[in-house]
Structures are given as structure tokens and as C-alpha cells.
């Protein structure tokens, strides 16, 4: 006998040490080596982290598909592993050693210093795989790689060494956002756009004449950055600007600095905003980089590794350094400063000297470093680098001939925007954990990339004649270039592994939509490159997952829902079904409690009702095939089941996730447990005989393919069902991971349908009706069929009395004119009555209703109102509008609800 209830907590550890016992999960299982691959690669989460929603919905969806194609008999491989997190494990490992009071990675020394990492990931890292099975992933956990493991290293450089010696990859000095902080480069992905209060200061600065003199007039820019003037080698105004057109060509000398720089004509300056011109400081700022190469102008850094200003022994800054006493004082009080320290103390000196011109307040975004909280700081420096223009032209074109689909479809657009106009891709890290760079440098500074030291040092003679000593390029590389090979390198390549043969190109890649640019984009450009090949064939892209109230989660807002928390509460299942089921394509989640303790409920009515099916004998029966039915109510719940087994099927296939799981949510919990067991239960507990065990049979046979349906939405509770409705008779064959997808067809059945669907529309509108004009849920009421066809008069002599019990009524009749104070519906046709004489007051209700109505309506047009005000559209919270025009809707919905309530009353 079941439990009463069920209970996650004591069954989801056990079932999981099931699976793994049994190798479910594993690709290439030898009963299906004729079958048809089926490959998803998990975005491999960092080794540091731990399961956030983002991970929650996003395994999820992976494993929906990866349990519904294995059900559907194909040899499914999803690939798990995780990412070594260059920077994010680095700082872990440095944190702890500070924690302990043991020496910095520098005087531990680099060797030293990454072994102590290795042993930090043997003992800590990885943990996010224990919580993804926690989850319920069916990964093939005996395959798990890491991005920095033998196989992956052994790719990577040799994905370094060829694009190199093809021309893609090179060494550059161009501008990179720079922490410093954590000293090093970091990609876009990390860096995060604060809003700050600040201000922009309008500097003038002085005009020359071609010998250098001053000739009175001024130029006003403003900046928000007042140290970085001291990096100016330029300024820009549009070349349509009537205001600046005969300053084109001339110079303007730097103040506190005395450089003379030039005005140069660029449409990068806007003649609407400021004062039209624009500083450039190529060496610090990303934009004005751009204007410094078209213009030719110089790139003075003037900002160390740490953003302090460096100024003296600065060749570049130096050069065209006045040579004034004045320029000397500068120099002397402004070298080592912090740039906070700085930007006080230049302003300061331009007010001596008269040259502010206006300071206002200013809000802005500023760039922080997602780890360090620190401003980022545009940097000019060596790096390395790929030539991702070249790569993304073939990754165009397989998206645009349509050999790789993104899913929704709009997500293309974003695709196409950033690979159009693609900047170089900077690989280089200055980081100690990750792959070093393999390249090794000479005396002179000749650079030798190869695939091993013993390989640059052979390099090396042929190239100096004699043996001589090489360093290694300290730098590591990005490692989104390492996770830009995970589709091929996971499977075995360079090598001709059987399962590269058999796996690549996968099927389908489920990710967020934040790391198109970082990383679909680019396992597009290597998999094009070096397999000739598309990585995937579709790329479904899933939205964000928010609180309630639609904002997006955040530590600083508090409103982070952690998943192991829920699914200590609550289950694993019911917070997959949730996930799911609101996983409509393009649209956020706004995940509730409420929500998820609905879906929990969910899974007690489908542990309810399968502890009834046992208790009325429907359960541990062979039943691979559906029972021969005669009765109309077996007829009817067999056609709804291959009707949802088609749709739920359709559903996944298309990636429409919260359809998939809605269909199967109203199959199992209004048609199957809402109506057909209760219209069954005069069978099941009624005397033995034909129908009766036709009935047990339907029942167990439909129970069966409801667990089938909804394994892939919540497989602890299905499984767990699946083997206690088993008995030493008829012994189940396999796991329900390994199962067979319900395949039915032929049991559509017209006749069946029409009575049972009759039925069931009958009893549901007289329940609305009843709700809707509020008749006493105690009273009974007589129901008049009116003008009713032969059919309808046969069903009424089957199902009267049920019909009578679900809808609480006193009579059910026949007539050829409705009776006076009814309201009226119409079923399937049927003219049907409700006699409500001396049951409600109907001009109370009338009156009640026109309230009701009135009160909806304003509530409505308050949002209406709301919605239309242009200014609470750009400054209210993106959730907090969403909130209004959910609300609108609401209105709406309740006032044509009771409008129609109301128009039954007036046509009774």
C-alpha cells in the first residue's frame, strides 16, 4: 500500500542512486547503438559556483528534452563539465589565503601558487555538479570534463598555435577594459553599468595660431573624467558644426600640460550635446580610441596597472610636455596620485587658472568590475588577440542559409548585429589559473608559439643559430576561448574519437540570451573553422528569471531565491514544473512561492490519485497496450490521451516548454482526476463484472502514460510512481528514464466525446453560471432542457443522476420554451435553463452586477490612464509597468465577465 503522502525529501536521493546505479543517463548504451544520436552540451558552469535560477531553469529545459528524446529511443548524449572560471576561482583561492594568513600568490610564486588552486577544486570545486543532480539533470555524469583537463588544454593549444600561424591570432596594443583591482583584462561580460551621480566639467582650452601663440579664443569640452586630460592628443568636432568650421585644422594647447593638439573634423562628435566638442584621449576611452587611428592622433597612457597617474619617465606623456616651471610643479604633484586624488586636484588647477567654464551635476553610467566593484578603467596595453572578423563571416552565413536556427527567432537580429560589427577578440589574461599562453620569447623579443617549450625551443635555433634561453608568456588565455571549443572538444578532438564521429554536430543548445556574443557566437566561429561543420542546429534562447513583482534578482535588492531552498521546501519536481510551465518563448519569469506550492499541490493530486487507482485495483497490470473499451467514458479519457500525448510531444519538439507542460497540467488535473475518475468511481466501486475491470484497466493504462507524460517535467515523483505500481506479477521492464515514449493512435472517438464532452460542458457551465450570479452553493436548482435532441434525451438516462451531483441540481427536465426567471446557456447546442424563481432576487443582482461592473471599469480605466502617461512609462521600473498593465487586463477580464453574467439575467 502507498504512503498518504508523498515525500520528496525521502524519496529523491534514493531514486537518483537508481538512475546512476543503472547507468540511465549514459550515451551509448549498446541496445542503442543503431540509434539515432541526440546531443545537447551543457553550458558548463563555473567550478566556483553554486545553482542559481538562471542554472535552475536552464538544466531544466535541457533535461525535459534529453528525458523526452531518450523515452523516444534515441542514444542521447548531454554532455556535462565545468568551467574553470579564470578569474572568479583565482580570486576564491586568494581570498582563502588571505583568510588563513598565509602568504599572497606572489610570494607564493606562480608554480606554487596554481597546485594550491588544483587542490582547492579537488576538495571544493565542482560542487554546482552535485547540485544540478539535486535538480534532477540526466547528464552522462561518467563523462564530465573540465576545461582545464589533459584533453581540453591539448585542444586549446592547438587552436592557439593554427589560428596563429594562419594570421587569426596576434599580438596588439589596443585599448581593453582594465581592473585594477584585479590587475588584469576582462571581457564585457564582466563588467556591469552603474548608474552614478557625478558631475561634467566644461574646460576651456586655448586656441594657437601656427606658431604656437596664443590667439584669445577658446574651445570649451567637457568630461566627466577631468584627470584623463592629461592623455588629450585631440579634439573633435562635427565637420557640419557652422559654429567650428574654421577652427578645422588648427590647434588648441592642453592646459596644466602645454601640448598642442589638434581640432579635427569627425561626425563621433555630436553638434547637440555640450558644447559640440569633444576631448579625445585615445588611450582611455574606447570611442575616442577610434577617432585617435582615423585621425592618426598619438595614445597617451597616463594611468598605471592600478589607475594611479604615471607620469614621470612617461616617454609618451613627456613628449610635447612644455618645458615651464609650471609644467614641472604639475608634473611632480600629480605623479602617483590615485585617479580620484587626481580628478580633485585638476579640476583644482584649472579653476587657478580660470579654465573652468561650467560644472554641473550629471548622472551617468559607469563601468564596474563584476567581481572586483571597482570602476573599470579603458586601458592601453599589449594583448593578444583573434581576428574575429574573419572568423564571424562563415558564422554569418550558416545562420542566414539557415543551418543553424535560433529559437525565438528574434534573437537572430542580436546575433547578426554584434557579428557585423565584431571588434578583435582579446584572449589574453593577466592571471596565473588557466591556460598559459604557448608562446615563448627570445632576447630580441621574438615570439615563438608552439605546442610545447621543446617545440619553441627547436623554433628558436633554427631562427638565432645557437641554443638560447626563452620566457614564457606569463598571460593566460580568456576563458571564454576555451569554452568556445566545448562543442568539438568534449569529444575527444584533435583526436578521431568514435564519439566525435557519432555526436558532433549536437542538436540543439539551450542558453541565456546575455552570452550570445560571448559564447554561441564564438562555438560558432571555431566549429565552423575547425570542423567544417555547424556546432548545433538549433539555439534556443530562454528568458530571465524575476521575482514576483518582475523585477530581476539581485543580492543589493535582496530578492534572490535560492533553488536549493525550494527544493528542500517544496521538491525538486514541483519547482521544475513551475519553471516549465511559465517558460513561455520571449517572455521573463516572474517566479512566486505561491506558484510553486501550486505545482507542489500538483503533485500530491497526482500522488492521490494514483494511491486511488491502487486502492480500486487499477494499478500492477501489463499494460503496454490500451484496452479494447466499450463504455463511452473509457472511449472518451483513451481519445483525450493520445490528444495530449500529441500535443505535450508537439510542444517539446518546438521548444514551447510552458505549452508542454500546461497541456499535460489540464489533462492530469481537470480531464483525468477532475472528471474521469469521478465519473468513474460508480464503476470502480461497484459490483465486479465486465465494466468494472474494463474500467481498472482504462484507469491503469491512462496512469501509466500520465507518468510517461510528465517524467520529463518531474522524474523523482514518476519514477517513484512508476515502480510502486508494479507487482511481482507483472514486474516493470526497465526504469521510466529508459521507458518508451506513449506512442498512441486510433483511439480518437467521435461518438464517445460528443456524450462525455456534453457531460462535461454541462455540469462546468452551470458551476460558472451558478458562481457567476451568485446562487447559494447549498441550493439546489431545477435545470430545463429545452427544445433537446433525441441524443441528448438518451444521455440524460446514462448520466443524469451524475450530472445532478456535480452541479447541484434539484431536477433535470425536458420543454419546448424556457422557463420564466431562468438564465440561459447554451451547451454544445442545447438550449439549457436554469430555473432561478425564488431562489436569487434578480433585481438585487441585477443591481449588485451594474456595482460590480462600474467598479471594474474604473479600476480600468485608472490603469488606462496610467499606462498612456508618457512620463510614468520612462520613469517608472520595467516591472513595475508590467505590474500596471497586468492589472489592466484583470480589470478588463472581470468587467466582460460579469457583463456577460449580467446580459443572462436581461434575457431571462
Known amino acids: 500500500m502507498m504512503d498518504k503522502t508523498f515525500d520528496p525529501q525521502a524519496v529523491e536521493g534514493r531514486i537518483a542512486a537508481a538512475w546512476d546505479e543503472a547507468g540511465a543517463f549514459r550515451a551509448g548504451r549498446p541496445e542503442r547503438a543503431g540509434a539515432r544520436p541526440f546531443t545537447i552540451v551543457i553550458p558548463p558552469p563555473n567550478v566556483t559556483g553554486s545553482l542559481h535560477m538562471g542554472h535552475a531553469l536552464n538544466n531544466t529545459l535541457q533535461d525535459i528534452l534529453c528525458r523526452f528524446e531518450r523515452m523516444r529511443g534515441r542514444d542521447v548524449l548531454w554532455q556535462p563539465g565545468t568551467d574553470h572560471a579564470g578569474i572568479a576561482t583565482q580570486m576564491v583561492v586568494e581570498r582563502q589565503l588571505m583568510e588563513r594568513q598565509e602568504p599572497n600568490r606572489r ?62 591570432v596576434y599580438k596588439d596594443k589596443r585599448l581593453v577594459n582594465w581592473d585594477p583591482k584585479l590587475l588584469t583584462a ?67 594647447r592642453l592646459p596644466l600640460v602645454g601640448r598642442l593638439i589638434p581640432i579635427v573634423a569627425d561626425t563621433y562628435s555630436d553638434p547637440e550635446k555640450g558644447t559640440g566638442a569633444v576631448k579625445i584621449t585615445p588611450a582611455h576611452d574606447f570611442n575616442d580610441f577610434e577617432v585617435g587611428r582615423r585621425h592618426g592622433l598619438e595614445a597617451v597612457n597616463i594611468l598605471d596597472e592600478e589607475a594611479n597617474l604615471d607620469l614621470q619617465e612617461n616617454d609618451a606623456f613627456l613628449l610635447g610636455l612644455d618645458d615651464s616651471v609650471e609644467a614641472g610643479i604639475v608634473l611632480d604633484t600629480l605623479h602617483g596620485l590615485s585617479r580620484e586624488v587626481a580628478r580633485v586636484k585638476v579640476v583644482e588647477m584649472m579653476e587657478a587658472r580660470g579654465l573652468v567654464a561650467k560644472i554641473e551635476p550629471y548622472l551617468h553610467t559607469v563601468p564596474h568590475g563584476d567581481r572586483s566593484g571597482v570602476i573599470i578603467e579603458p ?73 610545447s617549450e621543446a617545440e619553441a625551443e627547436l623554433a628558436a635555433l633554427t631562427h638565432y643559430g645557437v641554443p638560447t634561453g626563452l620566457v614564457r608568456d606569463e598571460d593566460v588565455l580568456d576563458t571564454w576561448f576555451s569554452s568556445a571549443l566545448w562543442p568539438f572538444s568534449t569529444l575527444g578532438w584533435p583526436d578521431a574519437t568514435q564519439e566525435l564521429a557519432r ?30 561543420e555547424v556546432p548545433f542546429s538549433d539555439v534556443y534562447i530562454h528568458a530571465l528569471v524575476r521575482d514576483e513583482k518582475g523585477a530581476k534578482m539581485s543580492k543589493s535588492k535582496g530578492n534572490v531565491i535560492d533553488p536549493l531552498g525550494l527544493i528542500d521546501t517544496y521538491g525538486a519536481d514541483s519547482l521544475r514544473f513551475t519553471l516549465a510551465a511559465m517558460a513561455a518563448q520571449g517572455r521573463d519569469i516572474k517566479l512566486s512561492l505561491p506558484r510553486i506550492e501550486g505545482y507542489r ?189 433525441k441524443e441528448v434525451h438518451a444521455r440524460m438516462g446514462t448520466w443524469a443522476e451524475t450530472i445532478k451531483r456535480l452541479a447541484r441540481l434539484s431536477d433535470i427536465s425536458f420543454a419546448a420554451e424556457a422557463p420564466p426567471d431562468s438564465v ?29 461592473i462600474k467598479k471594474s471599469r474604473a479600476d480600468a480605466a485608472k490603469f488606462e490612464a496610467k499606462l498612456a502617461n508618457a512620463d510614468f512609462l520612462a520613469r517608472a521600473p520595467e516591472e513595475v509597468v508590467e505590474e500596471n498593465r497586468e492589472k489592466l487586463a484583470e480589470a478588463l477580464a472581470r468587467a466582460a465577465k460579469l457583463e456577460e453574467a449580467l446580459a443572462r439575467l436581461d434575457k431571462r
Open 379 to 451: 586601458r592601453l596595453t599589449d594583448q593578444w588577440y583573434v581576428d574575429a572578423k574573419t572568423l564571424a563571416a562563415p558564422a554569418l552565413e550558416a545562420v542566414r542559409a539557415g543551418k543553424t536556427s535560433f529559437v525565438p527567432r528574434n534573437w537572430e537580429k542580436t546575433y547578426f548585429d554584434w557579428l557585423e560589427n565584431i571588434q578583435p577578440w582579446c584572449i589574453s589574461r593577466q592571471l596565473w589559473w588557466g591556460h598559459q599562453i604557448p608562446a615563448w620569447y627570445g632576447p630580441d623579443g621574438t615570439v615563438f608559439v608552439a605546442h
Open 107 to 168: 610570494a607564493m610564486g606562480r608554480d606554487r601558487f596554481v597546485r594550491r588552486v588544483w587542490e582547492w577544486k579537488a576538495e571544493s570545486g565542482g560542487a554546482i555538479i552535485n547540485q544540478l543532480k539535486r535538480l534532477g539533470a540526466s547528464c552522462d555524469w561518467s563523462r564530465e570534463r573540465f576545461t582545464l583537463d589533459e584533453g581540453l588544454s591539448r585542444a586549446v593549444v592547438k587552436v592557439f598555435v593554427d589560428l596563429y600561424r594562419e594570421g587569426l
Open 824 to 852: 440561459q446557456m447554451i451547451v454544445r447546442g442545447t438550449l439549457c435553463a436554469l430555473a432561478l424563481q425564488g431562489i436569487i432576487d434578480f433585481d438585487a443582482e441585477r443591481v449588485r452586477l451594474e456595482k460590480e
Open 601 to 789: 499541490n500538483f503533485a500530491t493530486k497526482i500522488w492521490n490519485a494514483t494511491r486511488f487507482a491502487e486502492i480500486n485495483g487499477c494499478t500492477g497490470r501489463a499494460l503496454s497496450e490500451p484496452p479494447r473499451a466499450t463504455i463511452a467514458l473509457d472511449r472518451w479519457i483513451l481519445g483525450e490521451t493520445e490528444k495530449v500525448v500529441r500535443e505535450v510531444s508537439q510542444a517539446i519538439e518546438t521548444y514551447r516548454f510552458n505549452d508542454a507542460a500546461t497541456s499535460a497540467y489540464r489533462f492530469v488535473w481537470n480531464i483525468f482526476c477532475d472528471w474521469y475518475l469521478e465519473l468513474a468511481k460508480p464503476l470502480l466501486q461497484g459490483e465486479d463484472g465486465g465494466a468494472k475491470e474494463e474500467a481498472r484497466a482504462t484507469t491503469g493504462f491512462v496512469l501509466d502514460q500520465i507518468l510517461k507524460l510528465l517524467h520529463p517535467f518531474m522524474p523523482f515523483l514518476t519514477e517513484e510512481l512508476w515502480a510502486l505500481t508494479a507487482s511481482a506479477e507483472h514486474p516493470r521492464q526497465s526504469l521510466l528514464a529508459l521507458a518508451e515514449w506513449p506512442r498512441l493512435d486510433g483511439l480518437q472517438d467521435t461518438e464517445a466525446e460528443a456524450e462525455i464532452g456534453f457531460v462535461v460542458d454541462l455540469v462546468s457551465e452551470v458551476r460558472s453560471v451558478r458562481t457567476e450570479i451568485a446562487v447559494p452553493p447549498a441550493a439546489q436548482v431545477p435545470l430545463v432542457l429545452v427544445g433537446a435532441p
Open 503 to 532: 555526436y558532433y554536430p549536437t542538436n540543439v543548445l539551450v542558453t541565456g540570451f546575455d552570452i550570445i556574443f560571448f559564447w554561441v557566437a564564438r562555438m560558432m566561429m571555431m566549429s565552423l573553422h575547425f570542423m567544417q
Open 186 to 252: 576582462i571581457s564585457d561580460l564582466e563588467v556591469v553599468q552603474v548608474e552614478t551621480r557625478g558631475h561634467l566639467w566644461h574646460f576651456d582650452y586655448p586656441i594657437v595660431d601656427d606658431a604656437g601663440h596664443d590667439t584669445g579664443e577658446r574651445i570649451t569640452v567637457a568630461t566627466t573624467r577631468p584627470e584623463t586630460m592629461l592623455g588629450d592628443t585631440g579634439v573633435a568636432v562635427h565637420p557640419d558644426d557652422g559654429r567650428y568650421t574654421h577652427l578645422h585644422g588648427k590647434k588648441a
